[in-house]
């Protein structure tokens, strides 16, 4: 059974770091593109950081370029999301999905459109606060 889970998630300080995991079972998550989500309560949805697969190319949105990074820890099947300096108080659920736009039979690209992933994980809570 594929699944996919989020760790890593918690309470962090202005300006603090936190890293958030989400490893994959079931398939090899390197196959997929995979990206992270975060919603505000209230808000929508909206998608902060991507990695291809293949290439690896990665893309943020802007709020977060800069202090988050995307990478993939193939040894455990996982992708990481590092956050630094984190903004002000705030309350987030962090998700990971993977899956992406399938430009061809073994490329899968990102895309803002969480109906083009295939697979999302439960989220897992990060919570900005002195």
């Known amino acids: 059974q594929m699944h996919l889970e989020e760790s890593g998630g918690g309470l962090v300080q202005p300006g603090g770091s936190l890293s958030l995991s989400c490893a994959a079972s079931?398939?090899?998550?390197?196959?997929?593109?995979v990206a992270w989500f975060r919603q505000a309560p209230g808000k929508e949805r909206e998608q902060i950081a991507c990695?291809?697969?293949?290439?690896?190319?990665?893309t943020y949105e802007e709020p977060v370029k800069g202090r988050f990074t995307i990478s993939r820890d193939n040894a455990k099947n996982s992708v990481i999301l590092q956050m630094n300096n984190r903004g002000p108080d705030v309350t987030d659920v962090y998700s990971c999905?993977?899956?992406?736009?399938?430009?061809?039979?073994?490329?899968?690209?990102?895309?803002?459109?969480?109906?083009?992933?295939?697979?999302w994980g439960q989220g897992t809570p990060v919570t900005v606060s002195p």
């Open positions: 999905a993977m899956g992406g736009v399938q430009a061809s039979w073994y490329i899968r690209k990102c895309s803002a459109d969480p109906s083009e992933w295939d697979l």
């Open positions: 079931g398939f090899t998550l390197n196959m997929y593109a």
């Open positions: 990695i291809q697969n293949v290439d690896h190319t990665t």
